[in-house]
């Protein structure tokens, strides 16, 4: 896929704090494809997200990096020493559920008699 395309699809993607399964739905079907990926393997490295592309690792990290910078994934960095002291992966970023507390006043505004 052409690098290009992809980063100015991104691009033009507004901000999230984070994915839900319905939100997926609304993206790009490329970034669909992708990210469902992600979610099925848990987190991918750098590389392994480029192949899904079929982009260069330097473009999948700039890619990533942008995905991560407007919500849509997280990218870590962590130590390991065959892959020259560094790995960096991507996971989905999942947006935090609010705790959504119903008020008990809810249940006075029913009318169950009838």
């Known amino acids: 896929m052409d690098f290009r395309l992809l980063w100015d699809a991104v691009e033009q993607l507004e901000p999230v704090q984070g994915v839900t399964l319905l939100s997926v739905y609304d993206l790009p079907d490329a970034l ?3 990210l469902t990926k992600v979610m099925r ?3 991918l490295t750098v590389v392994e997200f480029a192949e899904m592309w079929g982009i260069t690792a330097v473009e999948g990290e700039q890619l990533g990096d942008l ?3 407007k919500g849509f994934l997280q990218a870590r960095t962590r ?3 065959s892959h020259g002291g560094q790995l960096k ?3 989905v970023q999942f947006e935090r559920s609010k705790r959504r507390n119903m ?4 249940w006075d505004k029913l009318d ?3």
């Open 32 to 34: 669909v494809h992708i």
């Open 41 to 43: 393997g848990r987190s």
């Open 67 to 69: 995905l991560a910078s």
């Open 79 to 81: 130590v390991d020493l």
């Open 89 to 91: 992966t991507y996971r």
């Open 103 to 106: 008020s008990s006043t809810v």
């Open 112 to 114: 169950l008699d009838g």
